[in-house]
């Protein structure tokens, strides 16, 4: 089953797409590259690789970009490309989280549109000033929380929506990892350096790099307001300087209670992102590890299974699934789906017409929240674990 409309987005001409950050070396540069050419709704055609203009220049070249076209710093490209006849639509920023604001606000000011990885920002300070420059300008702003395009997450969410769980009581989310379980930041391995630096990273360790997805993924699916937290912040291993495990307790409006778990010390654990919701009618479960499979268990009653474009199965998914029943959809599908979903709001606006409202991806407003809860995190642990409001 294909994408809704797909074969008619299919006909609208490539978005010229810009890069900053995802040079050599870099993981996530080349998943946002994977995405945004999976649907092909997107031709790169410029970047600025990397914060060294050698680097920045190699790495256009690996990438087949025409040199005059391959800058030497995010604001050059910004200045010189919205100049340009065929100068870019959009931009991917993709670089370490201290460099988001700056970057972003260089493309946002001169219209053009930003898909930003997250956290928003490495501080809330920064985050709300985003905020304000996405709101005054007329591009548009995505946020690219990978984890809310999986057609089961969507799934969830509408059948939440549709009160199928009745009343939501418990949300369980959860994302161990394993990777950081030695000091690996002190080999200088590149993707662990930048994420144990304050100075990059901003005051959250496994709470901004992965605590930030499982509260997003919460709030995304179950569509509740976090009210206020409790968390207890660690940074086990001996030396570093932003947490590597956190346990938070959390408070939704309407009476909610929920408990996240992020970690980057959990031997055995390789991205183990789950999300358990239980209401007064139902639960359900999703497993990162397993994501063609959505959990359904109505009170009193046998769990069912739910399978991607399956029976049972809704709309929400199906118009995010590309293939049918029993042939896995995984990862990079699932980022794809965001930057489709971008394709179809920039390519509505290009036209002058709304953004159908079928189309979701997470927004600057996201970010903002998803920053101010790893504050809230930060400051609550530092006062023992006292309850906190966001």
């Not at 005051?203 to 937290?229: K, P, R, W």
């Not at 994501?291 to 299974?305: I, Q």
């Amino acid at each position: 089953m294909a994408i809704e409309g797909k074969d008619e987005q299919a006909r609208e001409p490539r978005i010229r797409l810009g890069m900053v950050g995802g040079g050599a070396g870099a993981f996530i540069g080349a998943v946002h590259r994977m995405a945004a050419r999976l649907d092909d709704q997107f031709d790169l055609v410029a970047g600025a690789l990397s914060s060294t203009p050698e680097k920045a220049i190699a790495s256009g070249r690996d990438l087949g970009l025409d040199p005059s076209r391959t800058y030497g710093s995010y604001k050059e490209m910004a200045i010189r490309e919205a100049r340009l006849k065929d100068g870019i639509e959009a931009v991917s920023i993709v670089t370490p989280n201290h460099v988001h604001y700056e970057a972003a606000k260089e493309f946002l000011k001169r219209g053009i549109h930003v898909i930003c990885d997250k956290p928003l920002t490495s501080n809330l300070a920064d985050a709300k000033k985003l905020k304000k420059a996405a709101d005054e300008s007329d591009a548009l702003f995505i946020l690219t929380h990978n984890y809310t395009g999986y057609p089961m997450v969507r799934q969830a969410r509408e059948m939440i929506a549709n009160g199928d769980l009745g009343k939501i009581r418990v949300v369980q989310v959860e994302y161990p990892q394993d990777w950081l379980t030695e000091a690996v930041e002190q080999t200088g391995a590149k993707q662990a350096v930048w994420r144990t630096d304050p100075a990059q990273s901003g005051a959250g360790g496994s709470t901004g790099d992965i605590g930030t997805h499982a509260y997003n993924l919460a709030a995304f699916v179950t569509g509740l307001t976090l009210e206020s937290l409790a968390a207890d912040l660690d940074s086990f291993v001996e030396g570093r300087r932003l947490d590597d495990n956190a346990h938070v307790m959390l408070r939704y409006e309407g009476g909610a209670k929920g408990m996240l778990w992020c970690s980057q010390v959990a031997p055995g654990h390789e991205n183990g992102l789950k999300i358990r919701v239980y209401g007064t009618k139902g639960g359900i479960e999703w497993v990162q590890a397993d994501p063609n499979y959505l959990w359904f268990t109505p009170f009193g009653e046998p769990k069912r299974l739910i399978t991607r474009n399956g029976a049972g199965s809704g709309a929400a998914a199906g118009r995010v699934s590309r293939i049918p029943s029993g042939h896995p959809e995984g990862y990079l599908e699932a980022f794809a789906t965001i930057y489709t979903e971008a394709a179809r709001a920039i390519n509505a606006v290009k036209k002058g017409g709304a953004i159908d409202k079928a189309v979701i991806y997470p927004t600057v407003d996201d970010g903002v929240k998803g920053v101010a809860f790893v504050e809230a995190c930060v400051a609550s642990s530092k006062k023992n674990g006292a309850w906190v409001k966001l």
